[in-house]
């Protein structure tokens, strides 16, 4: 004999209906889920209302100060004034532009570089990535109402190395996005005395460079191209821009001639230096929108 209950009128034998809008009654398992869904959800929204709060989760400025595509406007008129579209990003053929993450408040989705990852190396010759900006955050010239810092105006255009032999050799860059430093010149191997062989970064590295005695167009891995030098020098042979960087020569503690590099006004701040130093952490780093001052 079945137990299920029934549900026809004992009078007529009709079976009953629900009045109209009424909704069956959830299982106890079912109603049980949506509570620990909504606890979650809530516990979620306070937490990161909570963090913001307590500034851990910057919202209102960039989190970390990063170093911006070349022709960038100064850091707050660049993040008003880019609109995250990603065009820049495109069109790099080193993949060196990369977006914010969320914890960079109102910089989330706003280009950076990361030059010790991958450096711009004005492997497009004609710096595409302002060129594709729609909106002039990046741009070759400032209009005449922003402001240009001392020191971060180029004394001259920068002459690009890959273009030397060309008519027109001079890259379309009239301010700097840093200053090339050397940070640590205790690591720095030219400081040492002592030479370099070997792949750069290491076979692991997934940085390109453009190598003009391989393929003027097309950058390569630079793990791909082992180096050999009595003296290392990789900072100033790698740098794209023509007198950007020097070694310099001096007497070391043993009486040994020895070398440190030596950034000249000419940097523009691409990062190329550090990303090539072979010794980790980098002694050549880039001090991001710092202008130039002489030593």
Known sequence: MSDAPDNRNADDGEELKPPPGAQRPKAPVRKEAARRKFIRSTALACGVVGLSLAGWMPTASAYKPRLRPPGALEENDFLASCIKCGQCVQ????????????????????????????ACDFSCDAVQCILACPTGALTYRKPDFADVR????????????????????????????????????????AVQGKGFKGQARGADFKGTLRYMSVDRWKPVPVREQPYERAVCDLCVTECPIQDAIKLEAFAGPDGSTRHRPVVLEQCVGCGVCEMICPVEPAAIVIDIRKEWKEA
Not at 184 to 189: A, D, H, S
């Open 91 to 118: 069109v790099c053929p080193v993949a060196a532009i990369k977006l914010g993450d969320i914890d960079e408040g109102f910089g989330i989705g706003v280009p950076y570089i990361a030059a010790r990852d991958q």
């Open 150 to 189: 001392a020191g971060m105006k180029m004394s001259r255009d920068p002459v690009l190395k890959a273009k030397a032999k060309d008519p027109e050799p001079t890259l379309n860059l009239k301010e700097r996005i840093g200053v090339a430093r050397l940070d640590r010149p205790e690591l720095c191997l």
